[in-house]
C-alpha cells in the first residue's frame, strides 16, 4: 500500500540517506522557502519523495525521487497525483527532460487530464572566459549589426527610464504584436520580479521594437527573462541591440553568469538561439518549465 503525506523539505536527509546530492540540496532550499516537500512511503518504508515550488500562483515540481529497489510499483504515480490533487490548477513542472523522472512525472501527469500547453529552454553562460568569448562575437558580428540600427534610428533605455506611454504600448498591442507578451505581461507591471536598472527596451520612431526583461539573481548572476521583438521586425536583429547594451550594463556590475530563459517557439528567438546562444552558451538544459494545465472542456468533448 502506498501513501503520500507532506513533511519538512530537510526530513529527505534522514529518510533517504544515501541519496543526497548538491542538486537535491538545493531543490529542498528551495522548497522551504515557498512550496512544499511529499513523502511517499510503500507498506511503512520510505520510498519516494517530491520537492515543489510556487511561481507567480503556479505550483512547479522542481524535483522528484523514488528508490532504485522500489521503482516501477507506482510511487511516483502516487506523489503526482497526490500534487495534483492537494495543487489545484495550475500546476505544472520546471524538470529538464534530462531528468531521469521526467518522463515518468510527464506520462503521469497526462494521465491525471493535464496537458502540454508551451516549455521553455534555460540556457547558462559562465565560466572564466564568458565575456572573452561574448567580445569575440561581438567583434565578429554583433557591433556591426548594432552599430547598423543605431544608424537607421534605433535607439535604447533602461525600463527605469521607460515613460509612461511607451509601456502603454506593450499593454494595448495585440497579442500577435508580441508573441510572449501573454506570459509576461506582467512583467512590466508593479511588483513585477525583474530589476528595471538592467532592462532593455529598443524603440524606433518612438514605437517600441524589442524589450530584454532581466533580473539580478546573485551578486553574480543574471537571468534574462524574457526577449521578444514587435512581430513586424523578426528577423531584423534587432533584439540583439537589446541584449548588448543590457550585456554591457551586468558586466559593469560584475556579473560572471548569464542565464537566458526562452520560449520554445518563435522565429526572433530561434534565430537569437542560432546566431548568438550557440557560440556563447556552456551549458542547456533541453525543455524547462513544462507548463501543463487541466485540459479545456471543449478539448475534451
Given at each position: 500500500m502506498i501513501t503520500v503525506e507532506k513533511g519538512e523539505p530537510g526530513l529527505y536527509r534522514e529518510l533517504f540517506a544515501g541519496y543526497t546530492t548538491l542538486y537535491t540540496e538545493r531543490c529542498a532550499e528551495n522548497a522551504g522557502k515557498d512550496g512544499s516537500a511529499l513523502y511517499a512511503y510503500l507498506d511503512g518504508e520510505?520510498?519516494?519523495?517530491?520537492?515543489?515550488?510556487?511561481?507567480?500562483?503556479?505550483?512547479?515540481?522542481?524535483?522528484?525521487?523514488?528508490?532504485?529497489?522500489?521503482?516501477?510499483?507506482?510511487?511516483?504515480?502516487?506523489?503526482?497525483?497526490?500534487?495534483?490533487?492537494?495543487?489545484?490548477?495550475?500546476?505544472?513542472?520546471?524538470?529538464?527532460?534530462?531528468?531521469?523522472?521526467?518522463?515518468?512525472?510527464?506520462?503521469?501527469?497526462?494521465?491525471?487530464g493535464f496537458e502540454r500547453r508551451n516549455g521553455r529552454s534555460v540556457y547558462l553562460c559562465d565560466g572564466g572566459d564568458m565575456w572573452e568569448r561574448w567580445d569575440a562575437y561581438m567583434d565578429k558580428h554583433g557591433r556591426r549589426l548594432c552599430d547598423t540600427l543605431r544608424r537607421q534610428g534605433f535607439s535604447t533605455l533602461t525600463l527605469d527610464?521607460?515613460?509612461?506611454?511607451?509601456?502603454?504600448?506593450?499593454?494595448?498591442?495585440?497579442?500577435?504584436?508580441?508573441?510572449?507578451?501573454?506570459?509576461?505581461?506582467?512583467?512590466?507591471?508593479p511588483g513585477a520580479e525583474i530589476t528595471p536598472d538592467i532592462s532593455v527596451i529598443c524603440t524606433h520612431?518612438?514605437?517600441?521594437?524589442?524589450?530584454?526583461?532581466?533580473?539580478?539573481?546573485?551578486?553574480?548572476s543574471v537571468i534574462f527573462k524574457t526577449l521578444s521583438s514587435s512581430a513586424a521586425l523578426h528577423g531584423s536583429g534587432v533584439i540583439m541591440l537589446a541584449v548588448a547594451d543590457a550585456a554591457d550594463i551586468v558586466r559593469e556590475r560584475g556579473v560572471t553568469r548569464l542565464v537566458f530563459t526562452m520560449e520554445r517557439a518563435g522565429e526572433s528567438a530561434n534565430a537569437f538561439r542560432e546566431k548568438v546562444l550557440s557560440v556563447l552558451v556552456s551549458r542547456r538544459s533541453t525543455i524547462v518549465g513544462f507548463s501543463l494545465f487541466p485540459k479545456r472542456e471543449e478539448d475534451i468533448r
Open positions: 520510505p520510498a519516494g519523495y517530491m520537492f515543489l515550488g510556487n511561481d507567480r500562483g503556479t505550483e512547479l515540481i522542481h524535483h522528484t525521487f523514488t528508490k532504485p529497489e522500489l521503482r516501477g510499483r507506482g510511487v511516483m504515480q502516487a506523489l503526482v497525483r497526490y500534487a495534483v490533487d492537494s495543487a489545484g490548477s495550475p500546476i505544472g513542472t520546471s524538470l529538464s527532460d534530462s531528468h531521469e523522472f521526467a518522463p515518468a512525472v510527464m506520462h503521469v501527469m497526462e494521465k491525471c527610464k521607460a515613460p509612461e506611454d511607451l509601456l502603454q504600448q506593450f499593454r494595448d498591442a495585440p497579442d500577435s504584436e508580441y508573441k510572449c507578451r501573454q506570459n509576461h505581461q506582467h512583467l512590466i507591471l520612431n518612438g514605437r517600441l521594437a524589442a524589450y530584454v526583461f532581466a533580473y539580478m539573481a546573485d551578486r553574480k
